[in-house]
């Protein structure tokens, strides 16, 4: 059951980092978007495109220049600490946990501070202890664990916090594909079972597109969409092909590629013409082979790109979402 308040509700914030001697970096600029109860929202974004700034204003580490957060019902701004009480943040993995305490250890430590009952506490260590499959780690110290088990061990910390909302910043960033894989896993569990609501931000779009309900794409602190990751699957499967000619090409043959949708045409330093389609499907293609056919252009290569996000990225922006 969705409620129809949103957990989260963010309107028209606004950032500027102004260091001394710099001129000032306009880091989030008017971003509003909403995260309903028990779903997994995304902040996809390229690096620079102010996710992280996001994330702290959102756990009150850093303080807006302008807009209104509301979580869970009460205004960041004016009810601090009852807003707070419903989030905990997982910002930079390794540094949410003490390393030289103990994976058990920490759990107790962060539940106490949250000045939890002990007979509850211990029931719910054990609990996470299962979940995050950290069981046989219990007695080991934070430093010597994996990265991936370090991360684990900060979303249990959070989680250990009872709180309903969890923002997670780059949550798998530098982790191996198995603890990526384990923590997407993990993510949609909570959700789905302890009805949590998860904000993330990200710039692995196969994190999104693996484990997040919705989207928000963001750029040079801009949200460029926001959407249903259902609805952008067919962005993200997006087909991207290099074409290399040896030469350059005809006006008339340029003017005619002018007409395909996402097609980029550059010159090269060593004078072939390299020619960047995203299509959606490979038979669009064709047309383009056309138009080189007509004059005899010579084709050097036809190079299908696996592709990143830059690429999906500027799909969506040449789309005029
Ligand atoms: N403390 C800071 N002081 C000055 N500029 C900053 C600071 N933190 C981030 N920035 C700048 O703000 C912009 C957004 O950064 P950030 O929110 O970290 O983006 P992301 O997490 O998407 O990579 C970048 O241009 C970054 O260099
Ligand atoms: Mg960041």
């Not at 309903?36 to 620079?48: A, E, Q, R, S, Y």
């Not at 309903?164 to 993510?187: A, F, M, Q």
């Not at 074409?243 to 008339?252: A, P, R």
Request: aromatic share 4%; net charge negative.
């Amino acid at each position: 059951m969705l409620d129809k308040e949103p957990m989260l509700s963010v309107v028209g914030l606004e950032k500027t980092y102004q260091a001394k001697n710099k001129p000032p970096i306009r880091a989030v600029n008017n971003i509003s978007f909403q995260v309903k109860k028990g779903t997994i929202v995304g902040i996809l974004g390229p690096n620079g495109a102010g996710k992280t700034t996001t994330i702290k204003m959102l756990c009150g580490l850093i303080l807006p220049d302008a807009g209104a957060i509301t979580i869970n019902g009460h205004d960041l701004a004016v009810e601090r600490s009852s807003a707070l009480r419903s989030v905990s943040a997982v910002l930079d993995g390794n540094r949410n946990i003490y390393w030289r305490l103990t994976v058990r250890e920490n759990l107790a430590f962060f539940a106490a501070l949250k000045q939890r009952k002990t007979a509850q506490i211990s029931e719910d260590i054990e609990y996470y202890l299962e979940f995050f499959n950290l069981k046989e780690k219990r007695n080991e110290e934070a430093r010597k664990l994996s990265r991936g088990m370090q991360q684990k061990l900060a979303i249990a910390v959070a989680m250990i916090a009872e709180s309903d909302i969890l923002l997670l910043d780059e949550p798998t960033l530098g982790l191996d594909v198995t603890s990526t894989h384990e923590i997407r896993e993990l993510l949609r569990t909570l959700v789905d079972e302890k009805h949590k609501t998860v904000l993330l931000s990200t710039h692995d779009m196969h994190l999104v597109e693996n484990v997040c309900d919705e989207v928000i794409i963001i750029n040079q602190g801009r949200v460029v969409v926001q959407d249903s990751v259902s609805n952008l699957k067919g962005i993200f499967q997006t087909k991207p092909y290099r074409i290399l000619i040896e030469g350059t090409l005809s006006d008339s043959q340029i003017l005619e590629l002018s007409h395909i949708p996402n097609l980029s045409i550059e010159v090269l330093d060593t004078g072939s013409t390299l020619l960047t389609a995203l299509l959606e499907e490979k038979s669009e293609l064709y047309p383009i082979l056309n138009i080189l056919e007509q004059e005899e252009s010579p084709v050097e290569s036809i190079e299908k790109i696996t592709p990143n996000f830059e690429e999906i990225f500027l799909a969506i922006l040449q789309k005029g979402a």
